[in-house]
């Protein structure tokens, strides 16, 4: 079984940053792909960024490229979401996900569908 719990959530001022972690325990950490997702009220929930098992392949979504970077680091079995620039539009429940497969063959994941396993979630409040 595999457990995802994020951290680093909180309140910041308008064009600060934030690092989000997600510790995932159990088998095989290393061969998922990694994703985050975010839910702001009254929304669907919306991918932000992939990351390939090997961390050698990423995709964001639009509005976060150049702010937002993912990483993560597969002795820690622990993946990364580092924000900048954060502006009062990235207020949102912010969540990740692991698939299995983790070379991305099948193209970038971009809908919750595509995942197998998630975490419960970190809230984000940027003031402005």
């Known amino acids: 079984q595999v457990q995802l719990v994020e951290s680093g959530g909180g309140l910041v001022q308008a064009g600060g940053s934030l690092r989000l972690s997600c510790a995932v325990s159990?088998?095989?950490?290393?061969?998922?792909?990694m994703g985050w997702f975010c839910q702001a009220p009254g929304k669907e929930r919306e991918f932000v960024a992939v990351?390939?098992?090997?961390?050698?392949?990423?995709s964001y979504t639009d509005s976060v490229k150049g702010r937002f970077s993912i990483s993560r680091d597969n002795a820690k079995n622990t993946v990364y979401l580092q924000m900048n620039s954060l502006n009062p539009a990235d207020t949102a429940v912010y969540y990740c996900?692991?698939?299995?497969?983790?070379?991305?063959?099948?193209?970038?994941?971009?809908?919750?569908?595509?995942?197998?396993?998630w975490g419960q979630g970190t809230q984000v409040t940027v003031s402005s």
């Open positions: 996900a692991a698939q299995r497969d983790g070379d991305l063959r099948r193209g970038i994941p971009t809908v919750s569908s595509d995942y197998d396993y």
């Open positions: 159990g088998r095989s950490f290393g061969s998922y792909s």
């Open positions: 990351i390939s098992w090997s961390g050698r392949r990423t």
